[in-house]
């Protein structure tokens, strides 16, 4: 059995080896010019907006940007009245859930579906969202910590 002192050395050892190792061999990768061949060579400065938008469209991600800007400018896209009373929630496979404040708001926007669902292509291309579904505010939950009991009715259960 080892000593507790001789532990700590060993352990620095250890480190200090396997930093030795990742070094060499990131050197040798990057002297052998794999990283160099992947990317492009430019030698003149380039604008930030022109190399984002290459790298938005080299990596695909137009549809996720589009879908991200549904929901940070939702306000903006659907207008401020409908906005102030309706948050997205989720978009999963062209499926746009819509929460709303109360349930007046919800028949509201299940009314006028249509027209906003044209909005919303119009306001934010490259969105895919083929269905709305509006849901009405949630209720209230009276299970509160880990160690809630099911099939209770809430408080009222508690004094009786």
Not at 4 to 17: G, M, N, T, Y
């Amino acid at each position: 059995m080892k000593d507790a002192e001789s532990l700590p050395s060993e352990k620095i050892d250890l480190a200090v080896e396997t930093y030795k190792t990742w070094r060499s061999y990131y050197r040798k990768k990057s002297i052998s010019g794999t990283d160099e061949e992947a990317r492009e060579k430019r030698e003149d400065p380039q604008r930030l907006g022109s190399l984002l938008s290459e790298l938005v469209s080299t990596r695909d991600w137009r549809r996720g940007i589009a879908e991200g800007t549904l929901f940070t400018d939702w306000v903006l896209v659907v207008g401020e009245d409908i906005g102030m009373h309706s948050i997205p929630l989720s978009l999963v496979d062209g499926y746009l859930t819509i929460q709303t404040t109360s349930t007046a708001w919800a028949t509201q926007l299940t009314l006028i579906a249509p027209s906003l669902l044209k909005t919303i292509s119009e306001s934010a291309p490259g969105a895919l969202v083929e269905h709305i579904t509006v849901i009405g505010p949630g209720a209230p939950s009276w299970k509160k910590g880990i160690r809630a009991i099911r099939n209770t009715r809430g408080p009222r259960d508690t004094y009786g």
